[in-house]
């Protein structure tokens, strides 16, 4: 059964930093780029940083480049999200992609609300 399980959401003031972690079974990790979206309140969702299978390459959103850091281990099966100096802007609904051509998998999501 295939599986992605966020965690580590949460509230945090302007400022501040979370770390979010995907926890992947049920398929071959290291075949599957992973990508990381968020859904704002009112929002589109959107992507918000990408890494390949190996891990060598990572793309970010313009508005959390030098912020966000997108990290994977392919020996535990799992992806992370850090965020640094986080915004209102970034509160929302976190969702961890796991993604091969012609295939793709969903995480439930993991709230991230960053408020004062």
């Known amino acids: 059964q295939v599986q992605l399980v966020e965690s580590g959401g949460g509230w945090v003031q302007p400022g501040g930093s979370l770390g979010l972690s995907c926890a992947a079974s049920?398929?071959?990790?290291?075949?599957?780029?992973m990508r990381w979206h968020r859904q704002g309140p009112g929002l589109e969702r959107e992507l918000v940083a990408a890494i390949s299978s190996s891990g060598w390459s990572t793309k970010y959103a313009d508005s959390v480049k030098g912020r966000f850091n997108i990290s994977r281990d392919n020996y535990k099966n799992m992806a992370y999200l850090q965020m640094n100096s986080l915004k209102p802007d970034d509160t929302g609904v976190y969702y961890c992609?796991?993604?091969?051509?012609?295939?793709?998998?969903w995480g439930q999501g993991t709230q991230v609300t960053v408020s004062s």
């Open positions: 049920g398929f071959f990790f290291a075949d599957f780029a």
């Open positions: 992609q796991a993604l091969r051509a012609g295939l793709e998998y």
